[in-house]
Nanobody, 119 residues
C-alpha cells in the first residue's frame, strides 16, 4: 500500500500564491479520483477540490476561481495551485483518494502540509 505525502505548504501573505503537491509511493493516485481536503483549527475537514482519473475537476464554492487542481499521472502526483490566498484559507491540507483510502478498515491520511496565510 502506498504512503501519501503532501508538501509545498508555507507562510504566504494574503493575495499571494502557493502550489502544494501530493505523491504516493504505492502508485495509487494515478488510477483513482483524488481530492484535496483541508482542516482549519477548530473546524471539520472539508473537501476543497477533486479530480477524476480522467481529469474532470470540481471545486468547493469557497475556492472556485482561485484554486486549480491538476495531476501528472506519469509522476503519480496531484497538485493544488492556489491563487489570491485569503487568511481563511489557512489550514492543514491533505490529499486522499476518492473514496478515502482505508487500511485495515480505518481511514488512512498522510501528515498533510500546513498553509498559513497572513493578513
Amino acid at each position: 500500500q502506498g504512503q501519501l505525502v503532501e508538501s509545498g505548504g508555507g507562510l504566504v501573505q494574503a493575495g499571494g500564491s502557493l502550489r502544494i503537491s501530493c505523491t504516493d509511493s504505492g502508485n495509487i493516485l494515478a488510477s483513482n479520483s483524488v481530492a484535496w481536503h483541508r482542516q482549519a483549527p477548530g473546524k471539520q475537514r472539508e473537501v476543497v477540490a477533486s479530480i477524476t482519473a480522467g481529469a474532470s475537476t470540481n471545486y468547493a464554492a469557497s475556492v472556485k476561481g482561485r484554486f486549480t487542481i491538476s495531476r501528472d499521472n506519469a509522476k503519480n502526483t496531484v497538485f493544488l495551485q492556489m491563487y489570491d490566498l485569503k487568511p481563511e484559507d489557512t489550514a492543514v491540507y491533505y490529499c486522499n483518494t476518492l473514496p478515502i483510502m482505508t487500511i485495515h478498515g480505518k481511514q488512512y491520511w498522510g501528515k498533510g502540509t500546513l498553509v498559513t496565510v497572513s493578513s
